[in-house]
């Protein structure tokens, strides 16, 4: 994971490589001596953050969350585009309730009735 | 390790802490070795580009979690580009939030951004400033430097410390700066350039 000198992009001696190296040495100057209420606060912020370690990561709680709004976002936009109960077989036209198929079949008794009546005739 | 598999992972050694107790022993103390080692340096990078300390350190103590509760199951190869990822994610989210904070002023009438009128390397740097020098050219020179890099935009900032300074790879310099190994390269040069620029005021004649 450390620089490979290979695909560093500047040439050995050429003065870019002593730009870094003055880049680097100012750089570490100015980490060499922070003062002890820095420190302090470094090996604090480190000691909190180790105490997490052996705590299990879970974000099955936020996926569990998350799943909720879902599931009630996705009810709000689907329930007004369902259609309705009952209504809606009587709306269509090619649907019957019960009481105008009997009687639709009493109409054509009467017809078949008339049908047979007529042939009797002739 | 994916994050599934970390998850089974660690309850299932959870389940079995006799048996791996030595090893959760091991990854505490792996993850406070690299901590320690990384953690001046993150504070540096931070304070450089948001320009005051106790900033800078809160931005190193959210990513010290960030990195722990999210990836300490990881190989530790991995942890300094994550690490890193994290930080840089931190260091834009304060950028951001500041942006939004000087639109907001500049509105209100009456007000000033009281950071304004700050130099942030002045206060980046007053610390040491007060620490004596063991040669006035040296900590002019060092001064210097330390100004142009904290000058440099955000991204060649960024690229410029991690290849320069920490030594990262150009791969895992992409990965924690989340963008691609040629846009790496771009802000580093760039970056290379702007400090030659920058510098060649200081230059001895």
């Known amino acids: 994971m450390t620089m490979n000198s290979k695909e ?18 100012s750089l570490d100057e100015s980490v060499a001596h922070l ?66 198929d009997a009687a639709l079949m009493e109409d054509l008794d009467l017809v078949l009735w008339m049908m047979e009546s007529e042939d009797h005739a002739s | ?30 993850m406070n070795g690299f901590l320690q080692e990384v953690e001046r340096r993150a504070l540096r990078v931070a304070e450089l580009s948001v320009g005051h300390r106790e900033d800078a350190l809160e931005l190193v103590q959210e990513a010290m979690l960030g990195l722990v509760r999210r990836y300490s199951l990881r190989p530790s190869d991995e942890w300094k580009p994550l690490f890193y990822r ?22 209100m009438p009456g007000t000033a951004d009281a950071d304004s009128d700050i130099d942030p390397m002045d206060q980046a ?38 290849r320069a300074w920490e030594g990262m790879s150009t791969r895992d310099t992409a990965l924690a700066m989340d963008c691609s190994e040629g846009s790496v390269k771009t802000h580093y040069n760039r970056a290379l350039k702007s400090l030659q620029d920058a510098l060649a005021e200081h230059a001895p004649q």
Not at chain 1, 88 to 99: I, K
């Open chain 2, 86 to 107: 994290i930080l840089q994610s931190r260091i834009n989210d304060f950028h951001r939030r500041r942006a939004v904070r000087r639109r907001v002023m500049a509105f």
């Open chain 1, 35 to 100: 003062d002890a209420a820095t420190l302090s606060r470094l090996n604090r912020a480190r000691q909190q953050a180790l105490a997490e370690v052996n705590k299990p990561y879970n974000p099955g709680n936020w996926l569990a969350l998350a799943a909720g709004a879902f599931a009630i976002i996705a009810i709000a936009v689907a329930l007004p585009l369902l259609p309705p109960g009952d209504s809606a077989a009587e709306q269509d036209p090619g649907t019957f309730s019960v009481a105008e």
């Open chain 1, 8 to 25: 560093h992009e500047t040439e050995p001696g050429s003065s870019t490589e002593a730009l870094e190296a003055l880049a680097r040495s």
């Open chain 2, 125 to 162: 740097t007053a610390g040491e400033r007060e620490n004596p020098a063991s040669a006035l050219q040296q900590e002019i020179a060092n001064q210097a430097m330390l100004d142009a890099i904290g000058n440099l935009p955000t991204r060649q900032q960024q690229a410029f410390v991690l």
């Open chain 2, 1 to 30: 390790m994916t994050n599934t598999a970390a998850l089974i992972y660690h309850s299932w050694t959870e389940q079995n802490p006799m048996q791996h107790g030595g090893q959760s022993l091991d990854r505490h103390s792996a």
